[in-house]
């Protein structure tokens, strides 16, 4: 069981995620749900969600799931897939761990809407700093 209010303290130190609006509702072994609430200031031009939403929110679900119980593992390389648009105003990113070596790993995270439309998949493999 982890402590879900000092993880939380702990990644309101990601000031781009936390400004953005990036909340951590869940975590567990390897394994995070964020969610972020839509308004104006996530839309581009054409009032579409801007693209950098669901990647920040992606790269976030990714840094809790990987660094909440031990902090050392960044991003090495990601891949997003945008899939699909929301049909409400809330997003959650789900992340789930498919390997973890001594030095890289690999993790899924899917984004979706409150209805659970899916609108993004990414792959994120990333890379331990601390061994």
């Not at 953005?20 to 579409?48: D, M, P």
């Not at 789900?94 to 792959?123: F, I």
Request: overall charge negative.
């Amino acid at each position: 069981m982890y402590d879900i209010e000092s993880i939380r303290r702990q990644f309101s130190k990601d000031r781009y995620a936390a400004e953005t609006g990036a909340y951590i509702e869940e975590v567990g072994e390897k394994y995070a749900r964020v969610s972020l609430e839509l308004n104006e200031h996530h839309r581009n031009a054409v009032g579409a969600v801007m693209g950098g939403v669901y990647f920040t929110l992606a790269d976030f679900a990714f840094a809790v799931a990987s660094n909440h119980s031990k902090m050392g593992t960044v991003s090495l390389t990601s891949d997003i897939s945008f899939i699909g648009t929301p049909k409400s105003e809330k997003l959650y990113a789900e992340t789930h761990l498919v390997k973890d070596g001594r030095t890289t790993c690999c993790y899924n995270v899917s984004v979706s809407d409150s209805l659970g439309n899916p609108v993004a998949a990414v792959k994120v493999v990333g890379f331990h700093t601390v061994q």
